[in-house]
């Protein structure tokens, strides 16, 4: 499996597209060292983070730890966020004047991962070390690092999430479901799909699962830059087309929970029983709706954890060291397989919220 993810992150988006046949074994990760760069650098330099667009709780969260947590370590930091657009040229400009500024390191999670190789350039250039937050940079050789919550593995989560979710209404089969992807723009939407076809497109083969509408291509599926008015309006468009007869809707894969607290919303709309509908992410208003009966999982990827292991990063290099990496084969962004650090996710239903966010202040309480 990892050779499949390897080569799907070579080709991009065009190569996640189809429901493709793909192995089913994965290759085991041991933490390890890269032969990447050990620099060593003053410890109050300046650290930079440049982030997408607020289209996400986490992405919220994840500035405010980055500039508490630098400081806290004794760092300056210049964290920004590009433009509500979500275009690249805002993010493009950030990366330019962290790169003028003197950034020894500088943090990416990136608006579009095919368009900052000039920019990963120049800062490479400048004698900053780069790591990709969350999102892979492709079609670069100046990416050092790159830190993430396994992406593959949350999309089998989330197909794994929905299939015992359709079990659990309606024991046997055929279930008929929908497919949804993120933004295509965003190279994780098309690392989640294919995790989740690993799991889904043996049972769509088989005839457990009907893809109502047919529409099986993450072209087709896609939801441009996350929007939870596209996820919405492309849900109204297939109950029209597809469930106005009668036909009736067992499940929905949404890629994260915006998205599926929006497909929920234009069931409910249309007055029709709520199906299956995944997520990601734990956002506050999706775990509320676990709790209610509503939304049937989510991905619990812990913040907190990833920026801490982000600053771990930073920290090695301050001193000369070579950061821990746990993954040096899976992630060919289409120049170099990048050095990797990976942290495991946990699905999420109203089963095992309690045990899930025991330690989150914000969402423990949520699910007593």
Known sequence: MRKYLSKTLLVGAAALLALSACTTAREGETSSTASGPAVGFAK????????????????VLAGDLFTNGLKAAGFASDVQYAGASTTVADQQAQINAMVTKGAKVIVIGATDAAQL????????????VVIA??????????????????????????????????????????WTIELFSGSPDDNNAGVFF???????????????LIVGSGQKDVKQTAIQGWKAEGAQQRMDSLLTSTYS????????????DTLARAI???????????????????????????????????????????????????????TG?????????????GVKVVPSYLLPPIIVTKANAATAYVDDPKLGPLTK
């Open 44 to 59: 109050d330099a300046l650290i930079g983070v440049a982030l997408p667009s607020k289209t996400s709780e986490n992405w």
């Open 264 to 318: 929920i919303t234009s069931v409910k709309g249309a007055g029709k029983p709520i199906p299956v509908v995944t997520g990601q992410d734990s956002e506050v208003e999706s775990v509320k709706s676990i709790m209610a009966g509503e939304q049937y999982s989510t991905i619990n990827k812990d913040t907190r954890k990833l920026v801490a292991e982000t600053i771990k990063m930073v920290q090695a290099l301050q």
């Open 117 to 128: 190789s000039t920019q990963v350039a120049q800062a490479k250039q400048a004698g900053a």
């Open 194 to 208: 294919n995790g989740a076809l690993d799991v889904l497109k043996p049972l769509i083969d088989k005839g457990d």
């Open 133 to 174: 937050y969350d999102r892979l940079i492709t079609n670069t050789k100046d990416i050092d690092y790159y830190i993430a919550f396994d992406n593959f593995k949350v999309g089998q989560l989330q197909g794994q999430a929905l299939v015992e979710g359709l079990k659990a209404k309606k024991a046997t089969g055929p």
């Open 245 to 256: 007869s009668g036909k009736t809707l067992d499940g929905v894969l949404s890629p994260n």
């Open 321 to 333: 060291a070579t950061p821990t990496v746990n993954d040096t084969s899976s992630y060919n962004n």
